[in-house]
Structures are given as structure tokens and as C-alpha cells.
């Protein structure tokens, strides 16, 4: 297999393949999926929730073949590769706190950090305005975790603890292929929201878990490595959103504006607190909802947790109305701005402080053994 640490030379395979990644993202949009959508985790998480009726005001049900392909994807390397290696036990509950917090910022923002990345490609202005937030985010963490903000370490576990994960989801995908039990598109059957073909979605979504896996790739260690000068994660993110970019361009799906963003709105500020909310989640739990998925199909057990804290606060987000309305147009072509609600943006802000409040306690408890020892 080829290296994907050391200089940055020997590292390029690594980044061109993240590369990939971006161009086969759009063009699942250009095959259907929603607007700057190719991929996302904590949307697709999200859809899932509602497929399995965990919601109760109207939300989108669909069972997306995109999650399989994350998972699978990177367990098929990881055991191809023979490096295996079940892990668990680090902070589970919090962990799962903090995926809750992030699959509602997400739908803040609408779009985890995988999807900003395509939304950026896709020229959406909105997103670009509300980029510094999840940078400084991501080097609040940082700061904290030189403080000494920590979940610990995970240890080796039995291999069935690393397959719980990945086996709830192959049992959910057997019900939903068995008809009846889930929504979502397969053998020519159309319900749920806008999508590409189950086929072309599963395989891409496959060849994203082998080359994330492969290459470690993580938009919150492409947000941290801005505070450190660059890196290989920040050049993989600017290779990702240019593919995104080139391809989206060639089908007509590139947009530069700030109006007429597919599911996307304008509250800049609000944009920018979800954004930083996502980046300090995202790095207090060792990773994004993507990179979740993709450690989840590696054998981690604790990101599994985190997992399924995503999918159910995508679902609460819906059923307590946090979820931001998207820009639209009326048949008589006038726009609607949508924006963030109320309930959004009570979210925001009980759940930064909660956030912030939570790592500053670690990082006294932290200090206070120091000074003691």
C-alpha cells in the first residue's frame, strides 16, 4: 500500500485520491442527489433517522446506499489490508453528546463539514462567508487540547465490539432491501427526496470509505492544520473542493452567488457560530460525521457511538424545530431567502456554552491533578 505520511511527495497519491473523492461527489449531483450533496454524513444520517420513523414533524425518509459504501468501504480495506484492529472505550457518553450537538449544528448550517467543503466547490458565497467560523472553531479546540482537553485513549477490544457498528447497518440495509421497512430508492423503486441511482450512490460512497480510510482524511484536521501553517490534510481539502469545483462547472451545477443556493440560506452569522460549533465538536470527538462513519467501518467502537448520537440529534433537530429553511422560488419566480429559526438559534447558543463549559471543566480538572502531582 502506498504511504500517506511523511514528506509531502510521498504523500500525493494520498491527496490527488481525496481529489477523487470530490469530483465522484458532484457527480452524484449531477446524477440527482440534492444540490452541493454529494456526500454527507450527517444529512445522510439524518435521512436515516427518518426512515426509521424517528421523527415526528415532516422530515426527509431515505435509506442512503452512500452510508453503506462509508462504512463497508473502509472495513473491506481495513481487512484486505490485514490491519484490522477492533477499539473502543474512550468517553462513550460523551462522545455521543457531542455527535447529538453535532448532527443539530449541521442542519443548522444545513450540511456537515463534508458538505461545506462541495458547497464551497459549488460556489455557494454563503458557505465561503461562514468558512472562518468553522477554522476558528477547529483552533479553539486546538488551544483547549494544548491546555490539556482530552477523551482519552481507546484500547484494543475484542473484534466484535469494532463490528457492532458496521452489523446495525448491514441489518438495516437487509430490512430495507426486503421491502416495506425503510424508504429510499432500490430496483427501480422512486420515494424519499431527490437522489442518484442506488447503484452509482453505493459505489461511490465505496470508493469514498477505502480512499478516507486509506488516507485519513478529516476536514477538522484540514481545519486544524490552517493554525499550523499547512499540511497535508489543508492541501487535500483545497485539491477536494477545486475537483468539486471542475466537475460541477462541466455539468452545469456550479452556482457563484450568494442567491439561489441549493439548500442553503443567507444568515451569515448564524452560518458562522453553526460552522464553529461543528468545528469544536467535530475536534473534541476525533473527527467530523464523515470521518465518524469511515472510523466506524475501521473498527472504532467509540465512533460508532458517536454515530448514532448524529443520527439522533438530526432526528430531534427536525422534531424541535432546529432545522434551517433552505433558499427557494416560487412558481412566479420570486426568491425566498429562508433562514435559521428560532429554535435554531437557541441551539446554537445553549449548546456552545454547554460545549465550552464542558472542555474548560476537563482542562481544570486537568490542571488542578498537574499542580497536585
Known sequence: MLRREGPLGQAMPAVLAVGVVGALSAVLVAAGNPGNMGVC?????????????????????????????????????????????????????????????????????????????????????????????????????????????????????????????????????????????????????????????????????????????????????????????GGRMLLSAGIFIAAYAAVALMNGKGNWSLEGQPIAHGDWIWNFLALALLGLTGAFAGGCPVRQLVMSGEGNGDAAVTTAGILLGGALAHNFGVVSKGMSVTADGVSIPGGVTSGGEMFLMVSLALVLAYALGVVRSVETTRTSH
Open 41 to 229: 454524513g450527517a444529512c445522510f444520517l439524518r435521512d436515516l433517522a427518518g426512515a426509521l420513523k424517528l421523527t415526528s414533524a415532516p422530515a426527509p425518509a431515505i435509506f442512503r446506499p452512500e452510508l453503506i459504501g462509508l462504512v463497508f468501504g473502509a472495513l473491506f480495506l481495513r481487512i484486505f489490508s490485514r490491519r484490522y484492529e477492533a477499539r473502543s472505550g474512550s468517553h462513550a457518553a460523551t462522545r455521543f453528546f457531542l455527535g447529538l450537538i453535532m448532527g443539530g449544528a449541521a442542519l443548522v448550517f444545513l450540511g456537515c463539514p463534508f458538505r461545506m467543503l462541495q458547497r464551497l466547490g459549488g460556489g455557494d458565497l454563503t458557505a465561503w462567508l461562514a468558512l472562518p467560523g468553522f477554522i476558528l472553531g477547529t483552533g479553539a479546540a486546538r488551544m483547549l487540547e494544548k491546555r490539556g482537553y482530552t477523551l482519552g485513549k481507546t484500547a484494543v477490544v475484542a473484534p466484535q465490539v469494532g463490528l457492532a457498528g458496521p452489523v446495525a447497518l448491514a441489518v438495516l440495509l437487509t430490512l430495507f432491501l426486503a421491502g416495506g421497512f425503510l424508504a429510499g430508492p432500490a430496483f427501480g423503486v422512486e420515494t424519499g427526496p431527490a437522489h442518484a441511482g442506488f447503484y452509482l450512490a453505493l459505489a461511490v460512497g465505496a470508493v469514498a470509505g477505502v480512499v478516507l480510510s486509506w488516507s485519513g482524511f478529516c476536514c477538522i484536521a484540514a481545519g486544524r492544520q490552517v493554525w499550523a501553517g
